[in-house]
């Protein structure tokens, strides 16, 4: 007996016990090894046992993702830097998670410099802050769970706040945002830094990886985008008095703050034009307000477009007759206003208003308003009062939303919703044909399958809705609702008879606007379209230098071919963050990959990654690259004439690939189309 209890004293003295002190070494705690919430105990001891010195965790999101305060660090993410990726002249962010083992108290946060061996990222052009919640109690209607990024009630991390501490419960996760802005002279590379993290518990760090790409967005925007905003809401905010010089000075951080994520419409209400009347009941208007307001969009917005506010509506509501609004007029005698039919103000209104357009210069990126949203039971009174305001104003175009087609004659843009677009596609393709620009637009519609930009909605499919853009070659994007937050609190909970979100995607700061990860999103998706835009006209220079026949030829359909990826069509497009950052990548790569020679361009009939039923399956390959070049298709040499040009037809490899290698001497370049082969 005694000789067994010493084998057994023996055994734990000498091996268990110091197996024990190795494990807990290793793992920092007790080994365990059920799971929780995504990350196992053993990797929470782990955790826990360095609260002793750091009583929290910091670990990043994944593109597009959002930090529920109920999240738990993956076990994959713990220790892992924030990676971020863009071009020069872009803004790009990510999230991270701060999730705290006790209760921590006046948390702050701060980030460095970025170096690489080229060059630095000021900190000046970086920013890192706490993200809040908005909470809600129902979900957009008509949505599939599958389609929800959380079910309500719940509480969604949305406004990017300004305050500069903020205390954490145990057990919480608090996401926060960094931001980078990428200056255009920046060299290309990777550079590092950290996000600092201190709270009075302790403190910690999480490194910062931004890698630039050696390309750089143009400084003015190829999408046309508008949301419309609410100046008295702004005053409100910032208790100032509409169009005192308070005002203006908070405003124009707002402009700029439009202008810093892509919007470049802005829309100015008609009533910024004064009217005066006289004793012979004679018009005569000031447009100093409205000059003032324009001059301020175009310098500090950086405006493209502006879109004077709506003239007419539907007297009794929406789908009824369309009527002109009345119009305030001063006596110039009493000095009073008086309402007056706007029969009787807008003939002579619009046709001082456009000779003045005119005068400023701003006739031809001046749109108006008729009535918003004309429908099927409407249509005519509106086509009616469109008659008339293009007989008083005829070179100023006209702009509407609108839920209904066939107005050709009366409307030179046209902004139908997303869903109406996709029903009656057709019929807008018609008008774009026939010289019409089309946007489109979204609002409390639509929802179900569709992008939208709502709180419970992932956040790609705000991002997505730019790409739509380009893949239906949409000029432009509206939305009603950059600020109409609730009055009473603008971070209180959403208006119950809209989808959670519509009204507004911005919030009031304390001495400016507050952006949303939804308007980061946003941001995004319109840098996403402008990285496609770039590489059509970079497929275009590289045309230009190899000549004929190159210049006859589509090449910079393979923008197009990208896109679709992204966006096969306008409900099927992708719900995987990661693939449309691989796609984004890609673009990049071949943007690059353009100007490494022998310059080459090639395309195919049909388009790349299009679904192909098996049968045989033949594909047309076309190109052109520089004089003297050998070219082989699959292995197959190709003849290539005096020009560079090559037409052939191939059948896919074994993986369903067109491989395309073009050599010159030493130089050498291989290009691959895949295709998806539909067996039954």
Known sequence: MRLRTLVIFLLILFIILPLIMILGKYYGGPFKMSQIGGISHLEMSKVESKTESTPFILWPARPLERIYSDDKPPKDRIGKPITISCARNEYEGCLFG?????????????????????????????????????????????????????????????????????????????????????????????????????????????????????????????????????????????NVSLWSEDFWKIFEKWVKFMADHGQNVYKVSIYTIRAYIDEKGSLSFDFSLFDKFVELVLNAGRAERIEISHIAEPKGGWGHEFVFKEFPVIDKVTGKTMMLPGEKVFPCLLSALERHLEEKGW?????????????????????????????????????????????????????????????????????????????????CFPHGLYPNRFLDYPLIKTRILHWINYAYNLKGYLHWGLNSWPRENPFGKPYEKLPPGDTHITYPGKSGPLSSLRFEAMRDGIEDYEYLKLLEEEIKKVKEKLGDPALELLFEIRAMELCRRVVPSIVDYTRDPEELMRVRELIVEEIVNLWRRPLVLVLTIPPENQVIPNGPIVIIVKGVCEKGCRVTINGKAVNVDENGYFSTWTHLDKQGRVVIVVSKGPLRKTIIRTFKVRYK
């Open 98 to 238: 701060i999730t705290a083992y006790v209760d921590l108290h006046n948390v702050t946060l701060a980030i460095t410099d970025l170096h690489s061996d080229n060059g630095t990222i000021s900190k000046e052009n970086l920013q890192v802050r706490f993200v809040g919640f908005i909470h809600i109690e129902r979900n957009t209607p008509d949505t599939p769970t599958s389609e929800l990024e959380r079910l309500a009630p719940c509480d969604i991390p949305d406004p990017i706040l300004d305050v500069s501490k903020m205390d954490i419960p145990s057990g919480k996760t608090q996401p926060c945002w960094v931001l980078v802005y990428v200056p255009e002279s920046t060299p290309p590379g990777e550079y590092e830094g950290e996000v600092i993290v201190n709270a009075d518990e302790g403190s910690n760090s999480i490194k910062l990886i931004v890698k630039v790409y050696p390309i750089t967005l143009p400084k003015r925007k190829h999408l046309l985008v508008t949301n419309w905003f609410d100046v008295e809401r702004i005053a409100e905010a910032y």
């Open 363 to 443: 006739l031809n990126i001046t749109m108006i308003h008729i009535g918003d949203e004309p429908c099927e039971s409407n249509v005519d009174s509106w086509k009616r009062l469109s008659n008339l305001v293009h007989q008083w104003a005829p070179k100023l175009k006209r702009i509407d939303a609108i839920e209904t087609t066939g107005l050709e004659g009366y409307l030179e843009v046209w902004v139908p919703t997303l869903h109406h677009f996709n029903d009656w596609y057709e019929e807008y393709i018609k008008a774009m044909k026939k010289g019409y620009e089309v946007w489109f637009y979204t609002c």
